[in-house]
């Protein structure tokens, strides 16, 4: 008796179990039926924000995450930027959101500007713009202005260019606007507000999107409208004056009066490490002939580049170190920095200027 009353008490906890079972799976199809009715149908945008401070928007930057908020998306299959696909996480994807991040090949210029998300019942389109900067390059106006082209895109709504240099960690942050002086969609020309000597180019548009330039200026400052107090100025065979206003890039630039292969020096007060930084740059300015000249020398003539002056135009180069000792014997510091005259022309007088010099 007790052996035929443990089979029914046992048959009857596996009927029990059964009844349980079949109720959950009952219960999990109805919540299977109405999510597929849910998402029936096409994805609908309503936002998109970006990740980092959920803020909405509708230009996007290359390679940044961003939220996309709307209906029907728990079957999304497929993100679109400009055509370009997308990846997207469905771990975190809901019925109502998904997090995308647009692809660095993504294109950004010439395009129509489209978002689009696909799931398994159809797509939708929405206006989405991106935006990136790929370079920069440097430039003077004819009023001695320098100016800096952002070239990348979709530039079209650029609302602002302010340059960044300190943080605010370090409590040195210091954020100067540009002047804009030229829009399209692919470059963007500013005037490089005064003071500055390194800094990050941040652009801004009227659709909420901001990207960052790589690093603008020098990393080591020689000369900028006044000479590093590190430094000391000396000559031979001629004059100089360290605050010529014309031409000058800024408020001043050095005007150096020469005669023939005479020189001006610079000198830090501590010698710097030869490796430390990838290139010595400067602006000259000439106002005699085509073809006249000045070396650029280090180390008391050690190591020479020579540079042509362009007349009545200033004129950026940027020397990489290894320029100077092309067949190797590079110094272990720099202890003097020079500028020859070197035009070999046998004039009384030279005239030329130096501007914005220092190491990169």
């Known amino acids: ?30 919540f299977d039926v109405e999510s597929i009715e849910t998402a029936e149908a096409a994805p609908v945008i309503h936002s998109v924000s970006e990740a980092r401070e959920d803020v909405p928007v509708t230009q996007g930057v290359l390679e940044n995450t961003y939220i996309i908020r709307g209906e029907n ?112 969609e692919t470059e963007v020309t500013v005037a490089v507000p005064d003071g500055v000597e390194q800094a990050y180019i941040n652009l801004e548009t009227s659709r909420g999107a901001s990207a960052q330039s790589d690093s603008y200026g020098f990393s080591y400052s020689i000369y900028i409208d006044q000479l590093n107090p590190a430094w000391s100025m000396s000559q031979w065979g001629g004059t100089y004056d360290i605050e010529a206003t014309d031409p000058a890039l800024g408020q001043y630039s050095i005007q150096s009066v020469r005669e023939g292969w005479s020189g001006l020096t610079f000198t830090p007060e501590t010698p710097i490490p030869f490796n430390q930084y990838t290139a010595l740059t400067v602006s000259l300015y000439g106002t005699g002939d085509a073809g006249d000249m000045v070396n650029v020398a280090i180390n008391d003539f050690a190591g020479t580049v020579g540079v042509e002056l362009i007349p009545g135009q200033w004129n950026k180069v940027v020397l990489p170190m290894g320029s100077f000792f092309p067949t190797g014997g590079a110094p272990a510091v720099i202890n003097r920095i020079d500028f020859q005259e070197a035009s070999g022309t046998s004039k009384p007088q030279y005239i030329f200027y130096v501007d914005d010099f220092g190491f990169l």
């Open 73 to 184: 998306l728990a079957s999304l299959v497929a993100v679109y930027f400009n055509g370009y696909q997308a990846s997207f996480n469905p771990a975190l994807t809901t019925d109502n959101l998904t997090f995308v991040t647009v692809p660095e090949s993504a294109p950004y210029v010439g395009q129509e500007n489209t978002l689009r998300l696909e799931n398994l019942y159809g797509s939708t389109d929405y206006d989405f713009s991106l935006l990136t900067i790929e370079d920069f390059t440097e430039g003077t106006t004819e009023d001695g202005i320098k100016t800096v082209t952002l070239i990348g895109g979709d530039f079209t709504d650029t609302s602002e260019v302010t340059f960044t240099s300190g943080t605010e960690e370090e409590g040195n942050l210091v954020e100067r606007p540009a002047e804009i002086l030229s829009v399209s």
């Open 1 to 30: 008796m007790k052996r035929t009353n443990f089979k029914i008490k046992t048959v009857s906890q596996l009927l029990l179990m059964i009844f349980t079972v079949f109720s959950l799976v009952s219960c999990d199809s109805d």
